[in-house]
């Protein structure tokens, strides 16, 4: 195969490219260390180009089990500090909801774009969904190229917007734009960050605790998200003349380019009059400039590629007869005056108090307590006394601060999941580093060790295993990934109430293996407390070999065995009566 990797980073140059290779030479240029995606059209020809053209001296460029795998591993990428690309079709990003909603809440370090092809006409799909719903519903950046150069210009920004903001930014484009070549000229290349990962205190563990204050975060960034796009230059506001104008257009994406091959045409018919017109290629939606647009116009044709996200929301925007108060009015805990309703909190839940301040009213007397929550003694939850993880989480420990003796262990990265064990993150063990959502341990140690991060670890249970992890293993199978998945097997779901686990663990290392690890990196464990010393030298093992080993550590969730007993201590009582009685 021919490297033209360097060709295509060495100065500004004139190119003919596809929608698609824009987005993939913008990511280049952009500095990303690895790009992840599943194939699915119209989206394939960015990975594609990436492998076929960037192959030797380029990012990693890998094709993933699932489009959701391959986002955890972008995450994991931004952890380990360094640039990343996830790229999808837009039916795709219903696969990679879950991380895609709960990455908003990151502190995203090294900059994370995911670019989202729709297919409006269903050329090569089974609907029509645009993807601008999913940006705003995560309340992160979407950027609408509307051209080639765009779509490169779009997504070299995208990155340089993700890391400012600290959240990830959605590339949106179409078919269209994917599928058709134009010119573009480009910039010089970026290098590629160095390895560093994130390191501000529980910023990436989303239990609730955690979450929340994540999630007042996010909120709190969306009157600078806006303000950007307010500001854009892309979002363009055209007013011609003075005073009130009959007619105002909205165009987005493609729409923008379709009215203009009919300008002048419209104009002609309009007997020169010329419409007001605001493009948008920058989301959240410029409410600002909406509002002075239609504020000096009679009528607003709206012209979108796509569903009318737009045009859904010009009412919540635009002044009306009808005020509406509620949760986009912004609420700062202070009551409304004079009796009016106001607005409602947007964060949290609703509860009587809150609902009548909204209400207008006074607070109860007698009855509403203003204590501010966090001033209360915190009562996390806790593992279990004698619970099985607490002993692989010691071993776990001394085995990262034997590889890695500085603070914060900068050479180790622990990506843990969803279930009991991410009660981990709590003293006296404080071992996870981040929790995303369900799988990610696998697939974002995946990520952070493609970005270079020495010692890269995945911490998951044995049911969370089964149910998104095994896709992810997979992944680091093919690449032979150096990094150590540690499955804490203990025979149940054990947070939801010691469920049965679809596997028992008698079959949980043929499964392993079946999905192609080496039967000499496959280690399994007894997490038992007077072993804890010999794990830690067996997982130190482990973690420095330079390939994938994966690490089971096996004992039975100790309340299970309680119910266990308490189920065959009721089944022997009633036996016992059931004799008696005959």
Not at 110 to 137: C, K, N, T, W
């Amino acid at each position: 195969m021919v490297n033209h990797y360097a060709d295509y980073t060495m100065s500004t140059q004139q190119l003919a490219l596809l929608g698609d290779e824009a987005v993939a030479l913008g990511a280049i240029h952009a500095g990303i260390s690895a790009a992840y995606a599943y194939p699915g059209t119209p989206s394939t020809e960015i990975l594609q180009s990436l492998i076929d053209t960037y192959a030797d001296g380029g990012p990693i460029a890998r094709w993933c089990a699932n489009e959701k795998t391959a986002l955890e591993a972008a995450i994991g990428v931004s952890f380990a500090g360094r640039r990343a690309l996830a790229a999808m079709k837009h039916v795709g990003l219903n696969v990679a909801a879950d991380p895609f909603i709960n990455a908003a809440l990151l502190g995203i370090k090294g900059g994370l774009v995911i670019a989202v092809a729709d297919d409006p006409g269903m050329h090569s799909s089974q609907d029509e969904q645009d993807s601008r719903f999913y940006a705003a519903f995560a309340m992160v950046p979407c950027l609408e190229p509307r051209s080639q150069q765009e779509a490169y210009d779009m997504t070299r920004e995208a990155f340089d917007v993700s890391e400012r903001y600290q959240i990830p930014v959605m590339l949106r484009f179409s078919t269209r734009l994917a599928h058709s070549r134009a010119g573009v000229t480009t910039r010089d290349a970026v290098e590629q960050k160095p390895v560093s990962k994130a390191t501000e205190k529980n910023r990436w563990v989303l239990i609730p605790a955690f979450a929340r204050k994540n999630n007042a975060m996010l909120v709190e960034k969306q009157k600078k998200l806006t303000d950007w796009s307010t500001t854009h230059p892309v979002n363009a506001l055209e007013l011609p003349g003075n005073g009130k104008i009959d007619l105002a257009v909205i165009t987005a994406g493609l729409g923008g380019n379709y009215y203009e091959e009919n300008l002048d045409d419209f104009i002609t018919m309009r007997n020169g009059k010329v419409p007001a017109r605001l493009h948008i290629g920058a989301y959240p939606l410029p409410e600002e400039s909406i509002r002075t647009l239609c504020a000096a116009s009679e009528k607003v044709l709206v012209l979108e590629e796509g569903q009318p996200l737009i045009e859904q929301r010009l009412r919540g925007i635009m002044p009306q007869s009808t005020a509406i108060a509620g949760k986009l009015a912004g609420f700062d805990g202070v009551p409304p005056g004079g009796g009016e309703p106001g607005p409602v909190t947007r964060t949290g839940e609703l509860d009587p108090d809150n609902v009548r301040l909204a209400l207008g009213l006074p607070p109860r007397p007698g009855v509403a307590v203003n204590i501010d929550p966090a001033s209360l003694p915190p009562r996390p939850p806790q593992l279990c006394q004698g619970c099985p993880h607490c002993d692989s989480f010691d071993a776990i420990k001394i085995a990262a601060e034997a590889l890695d003796p500085r603070p914060g262990h900068p050479d180790v990265g622990i990506n843990s999941d969803i279930g009991c064990y991410s009660l981990g993150v709590a003293p006296p063990y404080e071992v996870p580093e981040s929790i995303v959502c369900m799988g990610a341990a696998v697939t974002m140690a995946k990520g952070a060790a493609d970005a270079g991060l020495k010692y890269s670890i995945g911490v998951i249970g044995d049911s969370t295993f089964i149910h998104s992890g095994i896709t992810g293993l997979i992944d680091a199978v093919t690449d032979d990934i150096p990094m150590t998945l540690i499955i804490l097997d203990n025979s149940v779901v054990a947070m939801t109430g010691c469920q049965p686990t679809m596997v028992p663990s008698e079959k949980l290392a043929d499964l392993v293996l079946g999905c192609g690890v080496h039967p000499d990196h496959l280690l399994k464990l007894e997490a038992k407390k007077h072993l804890v010393e010999e794990n830690a030298i067996k997982l130190k093992t482990a973690f420095e070999h330079r390939g994938l080993s994966v690490v089971i550590f096996k004992r039975e969730c100790i309340e299970a065995l309680r119910k266990q007993k308490k189920a065959v201590k009721g089944s022997l009582d009633g036996t016992k009566k059931l004799k008696e009685a005959l």
